[in-house]
C-alpha cells in the first residue's frame, strides 16, 4: 500500500471523527446538565463547561466528558456516550452501580451520580484529581522507575478489589422492584444482540460463560451470519476452544479468580505471545512481585494461573493455515464438510 493511499485513509478516518464529534456536541448542546446537577445538589450552583468546538470535547473510545463546577468547589462531570447501543440504558444503570460498588469499598473510582429524569442517556460522576499517565506501558517511553510505580499502582488496585465477592459471572444491576444489588447479564459489546433482552447470563462461572459464547458464535457461522469470509477457519477454531473447555477441569476451578486477576493484556508481551511463549514477561512478574510484596501470594499465583485464557495451541503453529488444515484433516473435518453443505443451500 502506497504512503499516499494511507495518507488519503487517514485523512479519511479523521473526517469521520470530527463528523461524529460534531454530532456529539450537538446531542450535547440538547441536555440542559445545569437543571440536572441542581436536581442532586440543591442550594449549589453549577457552572456547566461545554467547548466551543468539537475538537475540544475531552473523550476517550467510548464517552465524552463535560466539566461542572459547583458554587461551593465541587467538580463533577457529565458522561455522554459517543454512540448509542443496544441496551445502552441498562448499560449505563450498570455502569452506575459498579461505580458505586467500587467506591463504598474503598477503590480510588469516581462515585457516579443518576439524574432523577429516567429517560436522559447521561450520567455524572465525580471529578478525581491525579496524574495521567497516557503513554502505553510496553511501548519503552516510560522509565523503569516509572514502570514499576505503574503496575505497583495496578498490584494495589487489584488487591482492593480482590474483597468484592460475587456468586455468579455478570454485570452489577439493581434489581427495580426491592432495589437490592445483585449479579445481571454479562455486559459485553463482544456478547451481545441487537432484541432484548440485549445481554446473555448471569453465568454460574466463567466455564458456562466461555461456552455460552462459544456457542452462539457457532450457530452464527452455521447460520451463514458470521466469519463469512472464512467460514471453516473460524467453525474450527470455536469448535477447537468448546473441546479445549469441555475438556479442561481446571478451567471450572481456576477460571473465575485467575482470570479476573491475570495480568491485564497492557503488561503482556504480545510479540512472544505469538510467537508462542508462555512465560511470564518482566511486566507479569514484575505484578506478581507486587502482590508478593503486599502479602498476596495467591494474587501472584493468579498472574502464572491467567495464563491459560491465553491458549498456546492456536500460536505454536507455523501459520493459522496450517493449524485450521491439521483440524479439519483431523477431528473435525465431517462437521467442516456438514458447514459447507449447509451455506451451499
Request: charged fraction near 25%; hydrophobic fraction near 40%.
Amino acid at each position: 500500500m502506497s504512503t499516499e493511499t494511507n495518507a488519503h485513509e487517514i485523512s479519511e478516518q479523521v473526517s469521520e471523527e470530527d463528523e461524529d464529534l460534531t454530532a456529539v456536541l450537538e446531542k450535547i448542546h440538547q441536555i440542559d446538565f445545569y437543571k440536572h446537577a441542581v436536581e442532586l445538589r440543591p442550594g449549589f450552583t453549577p457552572v456547566v463547561s461545554i467547548p466551543a468546538d468539537a475538537s475540544s470535547l475531552q473523550h476517550g473510545g467510548m464517552n465524552v466528558h463535560i466539566p461542572l463546577t459547583f458554587s461551593d468547589g465541587v467538580e463533577w462531570l457529565a458522561r455522554v456516550r459517543l454512540e448509542s447501543a443496544p441496551g445502552a440504558k441498562l448499560i449505563m444503570k450498570s455502569e452506575i452501580e459498579t461505580m458505586r460498588v467500587l467506591k463504598a469499598s474503598g477503590l480510588s473510582v469516581p462515585n457516579a451520580f443518576k439524574p432523577k429524569d429516567p429517560d436522559v442517556d447521561f450520567f455524572f460522576v465525580e471529578f478525581l484529581n491525579g496524574s495521567a499517565c497516557t503513554a502505553p506501558i510496553a511501548d519503552g517511553t516510560l522509565t523503569d522507575q516509572q514502570q514499576r510505580n505503574l503496575i505497583r499502582s495496578i498490584a494495589s488496585f487489584y488487591v482492593s478489589l480482590s474483597g468484592i465477592k460475587f456468586a455468579q459471572v455478570g454485570s452489577v444491576i439493581r434489581e427495580p422492584v426491592t432495589n437490592e444489588l445483585k449479579v445481571g447479564p454479562l455486559i459485553s459489546p463482544d456478547f451481545c444482540q441487537d432484541d432484548p433482552p440485549f445481554f446473555f447470563g448471569p453465568f454460574e462461572s466463567s466455564t458456562h460463560r466461555y461456552l455460552a459464547h462459544i456457542e452462539r458464535v457457532i450457530r452464527e457461522i452455521e447460520q451463514g451470519s458470521a466469519f463469512t469470509d472464512d467460514p471453516p477457519s473460524a467453525y474450527v477454531a470455536h469448535l477447537w476452544l468448546r473441546d479445549l473447555i469441555q475438556n479442561t477441569p481446571r478451567l471450572a476451578y481456576t477460571a473465575s479468580k485467575s482470570e479476573a486477576f491475570a495480568a491485564p493484556l497492557a503488561l503482556v508481551d504480545v510479540e512472544a505471545f505469538f510467537n508462542g511463549v508462555n512465560e511470564l514477561s518482566p511486566n507479569e512478574e514484575e505484578l506478581a512481585k507486587a502482590y508478593e510484596e503486599s502479602g498476596r501470594a495467591d494474587l501472584a499465583a493468579c498472574v502464572s494461573a491467567g495464563k491459560v485464557y491465553q491458549p498456546p495451541d492456536v500460536v505454536t503453529e507455523k501459520t493459522i493455515e496450517e493449524w485450521v488444515a491439521a483440524k479439519i484433516n483431523g477431528p473435525y473435518g465431517g462437521k467442516v464438510a456438514a458447514l459447507k453443505l449447509s451455506t451451499q443451500k
